[in-house]
């Protein structure tokens, strides 16, 4: 399994941007679909975006369509997900995850991913 470890986290006021990153180490990283959700307290997990292995797809969720980007740098084996125009209910712990895969699908539900990292917490203040 590859580990996942995600920063960038933090307090910011509505309409800012923040950047996440969600660091691999353990397998090649080219291997890995990748996917972004995010857990507010006393809810369900969200999905909220993914990327395709080598970076040719890219799948939101629409409660963040428009506002966040997904994208990956291989080389450095990072994921990240650029959030723009954040709202008070983008606050969360945000998880990236990792599916082994040979295609260059993406996923979106967590059943379909095989390792998780910590979490990171972006809190969004009116």
């Known amino acids: 399994q590859v580990q996942l470890v995600e920063s960038g986290g933090g307090l910011v006021q509505a309409g800012d941007s923040l950047r996440l990153s969600c660091g691999a180490s353990g397998r090649p990283f080219t291997r890995y679909a990748v996917g972004w959700f995010r857990q507010a307290p006393g809810k369900e997990r969200e999905f909220v975006g993914a990327i395709s292995r080598i970076d040719i797809t890219t799948t939101y969720g629409d409660s963040v369509k428009g506002r966040f980007t997904v994208s990956r740098d291989n080389a450095k084996n990072t994921v990240y997900l650029q959030m723009n125009s954040l709202k008070p209910e983008d606050t969360a712990v945000y998880y990236c995850?990792?599916?082994?895969?040979?295609?260059?699908?993406?996923?979106?539900?967590?059943?379909?991913?095989?390792?998780w990292g910590q979490g990171t917490q972006v809190t969004v203040s009116s």
């Open positions: 995850a990792a599916k082994s895969t040979i295609t260059t699908m993406t996923y979106t539900a967590t059943s379909d991913f095989d390792s």
